[in-house]
């Protein structure tokens, strides 16, 4: 079986190389064909009589194709010459019949006018038939030949004065004729350049297949050279067809002569030439294919809206210059290199300038990667007649921009779509095949998640896979627009990790800090993110393998760009980090709101307020969840037990703050000890939480410390310590180091004797007055503290 399918392998690639061999004999000039034939022999056995095979083949095709032409055509042939035998004989009839008449009115001087009759006659017909090529060199053998010998007859002098005349009705007939081929050609611009852009196209193709074949069937990347090209150019037509199959290889290859008709150029260019005024038809020649130019050039305001807008721009284009580059190599100086090459010069630059506005309008990728394509192929084609078309080649640089802006755009509403449908929870798998199938998508490697019996959870969520595959998605779809580009696989390489780049630090970035951002997502949908953006902070390096599988280019090479990938995702979990800080405050904020103290009450209820409780048992059931993030090695169970606790202390250090807040509102007036007490009463079960370890990690009292300043108030105020505060004020080791003595004042002028009404401290007017004295002195003792403290 093997040396079957080897030996078909060689068949058609003998068939390839005799197709080939075919297509240069009937193209090339007979001096040449020796190597060609030569190579025949040099090949492998059998090789010649294969080939001789394949050309009596083609030889009994042009047989038919002849026998077909001549069928059709005989009967007229045989009949054209029946008629002009006729003509013939009754033409000799009449010339002999004149002769006779001639020499009977003049005599044998008549004779002599014999030749001058026939000459002249010869015009007639020439002018009738419109052969005026013809008919002016008939003129000129009369004046110069026929005319002098019998001068001295009137009617000689009158033909003579007549033929000026006619030359001047040659040269409006033919310019006439000259207008209307550029009218025609106008029109036909569309379909000659449709035809070589097609062409170009289909070789670019054929180079492709022998490409494979000679690189063994495998192909594993596209070829970028830029001298790959190998368009063969005919001088009078349009590019070589592509060898394919024998049916394919039998075809006719249309030129520009198969489409235009050139003669009115060439019968025009003739007779002012021939007239010696050969210059001013170059002129007008040249004049009015530059306001040809200039009206091709011209595109539609709609354009860029779809690609047979961009097709017809480039077919005219391409139709245009083909047609100059016929007329430059079939006539001898009507339009010249340096001519085509000003022309040429004058479009790219217009050709340029209306592409880059065009293409920026386009938001649809496709639209753009077709744009590229017909780019491509515009600029193979014209490059195959000798039109230098590196600007062209640059401005793809400029298109590839754009197209990646578009790209972005896109993926940017894929990247929406997934957050918004992800249910952010731990992907559940019940089975071997799902847990594969989720691997085959996504590269997660952990060796506790293995261990474990189905059904199991992985760590991530849906959009995490779902976020990989798109990026995937993404690097093709770049790749795309590099194909074709001629550049070396280390500049490919680089548009992909650039334009990559762009993909995780813009868009990706974006979509992930409005996510993080937005109100419905809650603590636990943030600890997810985390959690996602972790998992895919490791499988950078996984897309680095996969570009470098598609270039084949090493990422060791010098200047290689890496991604940016891990930053992105540092920067997402650091805005998720912080977004639960603050939503952890917002909720505190919430509870804090619910309090409904009696600020005026006589002694405490005698247990903790209830708004507390409540917050206090949330924060409980929320820092659980912190236990579901990564903890698999040292650095990820280092990374989540530090978003935990930092959450943790940031919680009660809001509480703390915002009892104390509570404490010093200006707007409350008058606090009673029994609500000093109702107060305490909720700063200790604050400080059990903390003590309980709600997170674990920190050391000692750490987390207790969040409500030292509460304690050391309230303390003082409880125990009434004012000798050992003001004793010990200023010093380091002070029982009551972290009270301000702006806070005590503020909160002692809201108990102290301020109206009759309410006055908690009226009975000590009657029992105790040396304890009100006590008060006022200690007011005075903090104001001058405080005093000190601003001075």
């Not at 069928?71 to 000799?92: C, M, P, S, W, Y």
């Not at 807008?309 to 005219?316: A, E, I, K, L, P």
């Not at 920190?698 to 050391?712: H, N, P, Y």
């Not at 405080?786 to 001075?791: A, D």
């Amino acid at each position: 079986m093997f040396i079957t399918i080897m030996a078909e392998n060689e068949t058609l690639d003998c068939i390839t190389e005799h197709e080939r061999i075919l297509q240069e004999i009937e193209s090339t000039d007979t001096a040449c064909v020796g190597p060609t034939l030569r190579s025949i022999y040099d090949d492998q056995p059998n090789a010649h009589r294969r080939f001789m095979e394949k050309l009596d083949a083609r030889i009994r095709n042009h047989d038919r194709e002849i026998e077909k032409m001549c069928n059709f055509h005989h009967q007229g042939f045989v009949d054209a010459i029946t008629e002009l035998l006729k003509v013939r004989a009754d033409a000799e009839k009449l010339m002999v019949a004149v002769i006779m008449a001639a020499v009977f009115v003049f005599g044998p001087p008549a004779m002599i006018l014999w030749p001058l009759l026939e000459m002249y006659s010869k015009l007639k017909e020439q002018l009738e038939s419109k052969r005026y090529y013809a008919a002016l060199k008939t003129m000129e053998q009369l004046e110069k030949i026929y005319i002098p010998r019998v001068s001295h007859y009137r009617f000689c002098q009158i033909m003579a004065e007549n033929l000026p005349r006619l030359r001047e009705e040659i040269k409006e007939i033919s310019m006439s004729d000259l207008k209307d081929f550029l009218e025609s050609i106008r029109k036909h611009s569309n379909k000659v350049g449709e035809t070589a852009m097609r062409q170009a196209q289909q070789h670019r193709t054929f180079n492709s297949v022998v490409a494979k074949q000679e690189s063994g069937g495998h192909y594993t990347k596209p070829l970028y050279s830029l001298n790959g090209r190998t368009n063969t150019h005919i001088p009078n037509g349009l590019l070589m067809d592509d060898p394919g199959d024998e049916e394919e290889a039998d075809e006719e290859v249309l030129t520009a002569q198969d489409l235009v008709d050139f003669s009115p150029v060439y019968r025009c260019l003739h007779i002012y030439t021939v007239l010696g005024d050969r210059e001013t038809f170059e002129n007008y020649y040249r004049k009015q294919r530059k306001k040809q130019a200039r009206l091709v050039l011209q595109p539609q305001a709609n354009m860029h809206e779809t690609v047979e807008g961009y097709r017809t721009y480039f077919n005219q284009i391409v139709g245009f210059f083909v047609v100059e580059d016929h007329i430059l190599h079939a006539t001898k100086g009507l339009v010249t290199r340096a001519y085509t090459d000003e022309l040429w010069n004058m479009a790219l630059s217009k050709i340029i300038a209306v592409l880059r506005t065009h293409s920026s309008y386009c938001e649809d990728p496709d639209l753009v990667l077709e744009l590229k394509n017909m780019i491509v192929i515009f600029a193979d084609t014209l490059q195959g007649y000798g039109f230098p078309v590196n600007r062209l080649f640059d401005l793809l640089f400029e298109v590839r921009d754009q197209y990646n802006e578009t790209l972005l755009k896109k993926w940017a509403l894929v990247f929406r779509e997934i957050f918004e449908l992800d249910n952010y929870s731990p992907i559940p798998v019940e089975t071997e095949e799902e847990y594969k199938l989720v691997v085959s998508r996504f590269p997660f490697h952990d060796a506790e998640v293995e261990k474990q019996d189905f059904p199991k959870k992985l760590p991530m969520s849906q959009s995490v896979p779902q976020i990989y595959s798109q990026v995937k998605e993404f690097i093709y779809a770049s790749l795309k627009f590099s194909e074709s580009l001629h550049r070396s696989s280390t500049e490919i390489d680089d548009m992909l990790r650039k334009s990559t780049n762009l993909l995780l630090t813009r868009t990706l970035s974006s979509c992930l800090q409005n996510l993080i951002k937005k109100p419905h997502i809650g603590l636990t949908e943030l600890v997810q993110i985390i959690i996602n953006t972790t998992h895919l902070e490791q499988a950078c390096r996984y897309l680095e393998e996969f570009i470098t599988n598609i270039t084949n280019v090493s990422p060791e090479t010098v200047h290689t760009t890496r991604l940016y990938g891990l930053s992105t995702f540092k920067d997402a979990r650091h805005a998720a980090e912080g977004e639960i800080y603050t939503k952890l405050n917002q909720k505190i904020d919430e509870f804090i709101q619910l309090a409904d103290y009696e600020w005026g009450m006589a002694e405490s209820d005698g247990r903790a307020s209830g708004y507390l409780m409540d917050l206090i048992n949330f924060l409980r059931s929320t820092f659980q969840v912190f236990t579901h993030l990564p903890s698999n090695n040292n650095d990820h169970a280092s990374m989540s037990g530090k978003v935990a606790q930092t959450a943790c202390m940031s919680a009660c250090k809001h509480l703390s703050t915002s009892l104390m807040q509570m404490l010093l509102d200006t707007e409350l007036k008058q606090i009673s000890m029994g609500a000093i007490q109702q107060f305490n009463l909720d700063v200790i079960q604050c400080e059990l939480f903390a003590s309980s370890e709600p997170v674990p990690g920190f050391q000692g009292d750490t987390l207790q410390l969040a409500f030292i300043d509460l304690r050391q108030l309230l303390d003082l105020f409880m125990v009434w310590d004012w000798s050992t505060y003001l004793a010990d004020y200023g010093q380091p080791n002070s029982k009551y180091l972290r009270v301000n003595p702006a806070t005590a004042l503020a909160l002692l002028e809201k108990m102290k004797d301020t109206s009759k009404k309410n006055n908690i401290f009226s009975q000590f007017r009657k029992n105790d007055r040396d304890k009100q004295k006590l008060i006022e002195t200690v007011v005075k003792q903090l104001r001058s503290l405080v005093n000190g403290m601003s001075s």
